[in-house]
């Protein structure tokens, strides 16, 4: 039976397509550009044959016989998946923001090195051996919904970009991912938010191996400007397209604020590993997914709060932990 294929016109000759996904929401949003025969994508959901099959069953639909350019958001599997199947030599011309391009090849392709990598910083962060073990292998699974491919353009921000019969810019917003961007047309007010900016869920804000050094900041930062330019129309990859970004970025934003009042409650007087406060925030977790989400997560505010002076963070090789400013040590 062939799955029910949810394709609705959002703007001229744009069109959101839901795709399955095996986790968050159970959907993917990706987008479909159209003008004459020729389509461009944003986004393109997992490798899998039921998702990709439904791309291609929107594509003849919509009359469109030729992918021109896949532009993704950010290399996270939900996004970026289908990418070699779509694009590369014969195919799509892939465009991504230069900050994804280094990350693909060590979580998609040779995994053993980053594996290391994360189970080091798993047990620097206070995590025990065992469940470190079991969390650093957690992500191999994600390698398999994923098919790589090279890109033909590398993003820094700023470019506009066809795509359809409208013309969009690079909004570098960094945070969820190093390299994850929006697109944004001014004159339409229409804003592709990825994961930036969701209507229900907040996005995941992680401090970790592949994560920029303060990413907090960064994501707060890109908040604010987007908010800024004041769009019509937010477009997300999950959930239901919003028109308020104003009073959901001030929603976002509170509610990060309030979490970084919180984790410094949570150290307290007391010198903590990011593996405790995690804990003392979130309880413990059976899902080991949630658990490395909770933990980078919490490492991102703990960072926010040492970058800005209100805690102290002290590193060995063996250990990272965070402390008030007025604890003794
Ligand atoms: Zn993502
Ligand atoms: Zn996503």
């Known amino acids: 039976m062939a799955t029910e294929m949810a394709l609705t016109e959002v703007a001229a000759g744009v069109y959101e397509l839901r795709l399955p996904i095996p986790f968050e929401d159970g959907l993917v949003n990706v987008f479909v550009f159209i003008e004459g025969e020729e389509a461009d994508l944003l986004d393109c959901g997992m490798n899998s044959d039921e998702s990709v099959e439904l791309i291609h069953r929107a594509l003849r639909r919509l009359g469109a016989s030729h992918l021109r350019r896949l532009v993704v958001t950010h290399i996270h ?35 053993e090195h980053l594996v290391k990598e994360v189970r080091t910083y798993l047990l620097v962060n206070g995590v025990p051996p065992d469940e470190a073990e079991v969390l650093s292998n957690s992500q191999r699974a994600l390698s398999q919904v994923v098919k ?29 991912s190093p390299g994850h961007i929006c697109l944004y047309e001014a004159s339409t007010g229409l804003l592709f938010a990825g994961d930036h900016m969701l209507p229900e869920l907040s996005p995941n804000i992680g ?7 303060d990413p907090l900041h960064e994501y707060l930062d890109g908040l604010r400007r987007l908010a800024g330019y004041r769009p019509k129309l937010v477009l997300p990859a999950h959930g239901r397209p919003f028109s308020d970004a104003g009073s959901r970025v001030e929603t976002l934003t509170r509610h990060h604020h309030r979490r ?12 903590k590993t990011g593996w405790r406060v995690a804990l003392d925030l979130w309880g413990p977790r059976a899902n080991l997914y949630e658990k490395r989400l909770a933990l980078q997560e919490g490492l991102a505010h703990l960072q926010a709060l040492a970058v800005d002076g209100r805690l102290i963070k002290s590193v060995t090789p063996s250990s990272v932990r965070w402390r008030s400013p007025s604890t003794q040590v």
């Open 260 to 271: 970084l009042d919180q984790v410094m409650e949570i150290v307290g007087r007391e010198e």
């Open 77 to 111: 599997p939900d996004h970026y998946g289908a990418a070699g199947t779509l694009a590369g030599e014969g195919l799509a011309d892939l465009y991504i923001h230069r900050l994804e391009v280094p990350l693909v090849h060590p979580r998609y392709v040779e995994l």
């Open 207 to 213: 401090l970790h191996p592949q994560s920029t050094p």
């Open 148 to 176: 790589t491919a090279e890109p033909a353009v590398q993003l820094d921000g700023a470019e506009v970009i066809d795509m359809g019969e409208h013309r969009l810019r690079v909004e570098w917003t960094p945070g969820h």
